[in-house]
């Protein structure tokens, strides 16, 4: 079992930045990859980010160049550095890990509002 808790949401104006993170614990050593999804309202849930064990990153075309996914591996962490935000960014964020037995863990979510 994992455990994942995520912090940082909240309400930004276009432009500006935010950043959330994730701490993991329980039996983190069985974890290969975290990462980020987000869903919006009357949407399907969508990947965001992803850091696998070995330092590969995979975004979404929507967030490149905007959003950052970093990992600490002795912290058991995992945030997301999201700048140039837009009112599409408007979603709830889900800090997601799975292992190596291929189960996948979520945390509770933590809402992201972009708005003017």
């Known amino acids: 079992q994992v455990q994942l808790v995520e912090s940082g949401g909240g309400l930004v104006q276009p432009g500006g930045s935010l950043r959330l993170s994730c701490a993991a614990s329980?039996?983190?050593?069985?974890?290969?990859?975290m990462g980020w999804y987000r869903q919006a309202a009357g949407k399907r849930r969508e990947l965001v980010a992803i850091?696998?064990?070995?330092?590969?990153?995979n975004y979404a075309d929507s967030v490149r160049g905007r959003f950052t996914i970093s990992r600490d591996n002795t912290q058991n962490t995992v945030a997301l550095q999201m700048n140039s935000l837009k009112p599409d960014d408007t979603a709830v964020y889900y800090c997601?890990?799975?292992?190596?037995?291929?189960?996948?863990?979520w945390g509770q979510g933590t809402q992201v509002t972009v708005s003017s």
């Open positions: 850091s696998h064990r070995d330092s590969i990153t």
């Open positions: 329980g039996n983190i050593a069985s974890i290969v990859a």
């Open positions: 997601n890990a799975l292992t190596r037995s291929y189960a996948g863990y």
